[in-house]
């Protein structure tokens, strides 16, 4: 069990560059993959970003280039970089600690972006 508490939302600009961080509450390093997933209203979840045990990041299409995940195994924290934001980046933003079939998630950060 982990308990995933993501930090960093709120209203931003389009063209801003917030970061988002997820603490979890114990060792991330057993996990196969931590990730980032986001939920527009009216949308379904999807996956924006994940970064493998190894430190191996794949990336959703339309924020290649953009956004950046990063992993601390010794902080316990998974983090985001976001940058040149679109109005369309709009959502909640949920961490995913993934092991096997397991997945964990935080109860998500809000980013709204202006346009």
């Known amino acids: 069990q982990v308990q995933l508490v993501e930090s960093g939302g709120g209203l931003v600009q389009a063209g801003g560059s917030p970061r988002l961080s997820c603490a979890a509450s114990?060792?991330?390093?057993?996990?196969?993959?931590m990730g980032w997933y986001r939920q527009a209203p009216g949308k379904q979840r999807e996956l924006v970003a994940f970064?493998?045990?190894?430190?191996?990041?794949t990336y959703e299409e339309s924020v290649k280039g953009r956004f950046t995940i990063s992993r601390d195994n010794a902080k316990n924290t998974v983090s985001l970089q976001m940058n040149s934001l679109k109005p369309e980046d709009t959502a909640v933003y949920y961490c995913n600690a993934a092991f096997y079939s397991l997945n964990y998630w935080g109860k998500g950060t809000l980013v709204t972006v202006s346009s």
């Open positions: 970064i493998t045990s190894g430190g191996s990041p």
């Open positions: 114990g060792s991330i390093s057993r996990f196969n993959s």
